[in-house]
């Protein structure tokens, strides 16, 4: 294979955090009296920009604003970070990569210093050349930031590629330039994950015996 560096994101890929997003946003849900959500439908609902997933849970933006509900998730989240785990896999994956002799970095939605926090506690750091979060608390801004940093890796098509579990990373990867392959025991039923048209795995250690089978032809 032609690839020298992997771009990968957080929350859900690397981090199983999809139990802890719904406890959390749950959470916000039940001091509002709003209708808590199930498993599978966070799974069929969850979406990027992640306001308009706020407004599919319920919330009405004309009463009390985006700001308001999404720092309160933020910070709940934040007070409990230590909670979630990495996927038994994704240290793995990672190991895997590196002993490859390719180059990693990973780009998340989170805030950059809520990423920096984070990764401090899981201790993975050593794995990335770069750790690219946001100037925000919204989720939003990923593809901007993903496109300056490979402009400056100044790698060719086919030498990148992102590994996600939304939509939305797909979408990224493109905008990049980027190839793609998506995990499904993140934040997305796999059924949504395969409307892409990305190849898509069940997990990390799926990822890795593709890339492995594909390195030898």
């Known amino acids: 294979m032609a690839t020298k560096h992997i771009i990968w994101d957080w929350n859900g890929t690397l981090l199983d955090d999809r139990w802890f997003c719904i406890e959390t946003m749950n959470g916000v849900l039940r001091r509002r009296d709003m209708k808590e959500m199930t498993e599978k439908w966070f799974l069929e609902n969850f979406t990027f920009p992640v ?25 709940d989240y934040m007070a409990r970070h230590h909670e979630p785990d990495l996927h038994i896999d994704s240290e793995r994956a990672l190991q895997y990569f590196k002993d490859r002799g390719l180059t990693q970095s990973l780009l998340s939605a989170a805030s950059q210093d809520m ?12 794995y990335f050349m770069k750790i690219i979060g946001q100037d925000n608390h919204y989720a ?4 901007i930031v993903g496109k300056a940093w490979v402009d400056e890796l100044h790698y060719g098509p ?56 594909q390195a030898k032809t």
């Open 140 to 143: 939003y801004g990923k593809e």
């Open 158 to 213: 086919h030498e990148v590629l992102f590994i996600g579990d939304t939509p939305h990373d797909y979408e990224v990867a493109c905008y990049i330039g980027a190839d793609c392959v998506l995990v499904a025991n993140g934040h997305v039923s796999i059924a949504r994950l395969k409307q892409t048209g990305a190849l898509v795995f069940n997990n990390l250690d799926g990822v890795v015996k593709w890339f492995e089978n």
């Open 115 to 126: 990423l920096d926090d984070i990764l401090q506690y899981h201790d993975i750091g050593k």
């Open 51 to 75: 306001k308009d997933y706020y407004i599919k849970l319920g919330f009405d933006f004309e009463k009390e604003p985006f700001s308001i509900s999404g720092s309160e998730f933020i910070s």
